[in-house]
């Protein structure tokens, strides 16, 4: 059972315009909501993170917004660049379980130049 | 430079050998954690560790070991009951029960 899903496997947007990574979880229960990037062949790096008493988290060009009635959440970035061309994971934990991250499957992001 | 290192990068081994991946972590986190991915899927977790001395198994520990006999290292021991060996293993740490949990740069396994 797929507790979180990320349903793109791939976007590609052009350069200095708007990236859009789209994330659903099933699990009520879930609390805190991370997004994490990673390149090939190294580990995930840590890049954004919502509690679920917020609806929305800015980081500079990084923005994370959650939807909990629809359990649905978003990372936008804005503008977008060649360097942030990687695969993206969301990740979500719950009340008291906080050390068990569950990942979905990843969005493998391109920008064109 | 604090950080967490995992050896070696890549690894290859004969089916049916056991083989144990390194992660060390300078950064005084208590809790250590392994995850496992595969080709077009998230991670997932194998085991995890909250403190010295004590473990939990994660979603997919069947086939796997760990120790954590001091604070900065927990290794992982894939064992030949690993139907399916052949992955790319992260090792993570975080402060307590914080969420964000920091990776490694990974160790490539490869069964032959």
């Known amino acids: 059972d797929q507790q979180v899903k990320q349903n793109s496997p791939s976007l590609s947007v052009q350069e200095g315009r708007i990236s859009i990574l789209n994330c659903d979880y099933t699990?009520?229960?879930?609390?805190?909501f991370l997004w994490y990037k990673k390149y090939p062949a190294e580990g995930p790096t840590f890049l954004i993170s919502?509690?679920?008493?917020?609806d929305k988290n800015e980081d500079g060009r990084f923005t994370v917004f959650l939807n909990k009635s629809a359990k649905h959440l978003s990372l936008h970035i804005v503008p977008s660049q060649p360097g942030d061309s990687a695969v993206y994971f969301c990740?979500?934990?719950?009340?008291?379980?906080?050390?068990?991250?569950?990942f979905g499957q990843g969005t493998r992001l391109t920008i064109n130049p | 430079d604090g950080g967490i290192t995992q050896s070696p990068k890549y690894l290859f081994r004969k089916e049916g050998q056991n083989v144990t991946l390194s992660c060390e972590q300078n950064?005084?986190?208590?809790?250590m954690y392994w995850y496992r991915q595969d080709p077009g899927q998230g991670l997932r977790l194998i085991y995890y560790?909250?403190?010295?001395?004590?473990?939990q198994k994660g979603d997919i520990a069947e086939g796997y070991s760990v120790s954590r006999e001091k604070k900065e290292s927990f290794p992982l021991t894939v064992t030949s009951a690993q139907k399916n060996p052949t992955a790319f293993y992260l090792c993570?740490?975080?402060?307590?029960?914080?969420?964000?949990?920091?990776f490694g740069p990974g160790t490539r396994l490869t069964v032959l």
């Open positions: 993570a740490s975080s402060m307590g029960t914080s969420s964000e949990q920091f």
């Open positions: 560790s909250q403190i010295v001395n004590d473990f």
């Open positions: 950064l005084n986190h208590d809790a």
């Open positions: 990740a979500a934990s719950k009340v008291g379980r906080a050390q068990k991250l569950v």
């Open positions: 919502i509690s679920s008493i917020k």
């Open positions: 699990n009520s229960m879930f609390d805190y």
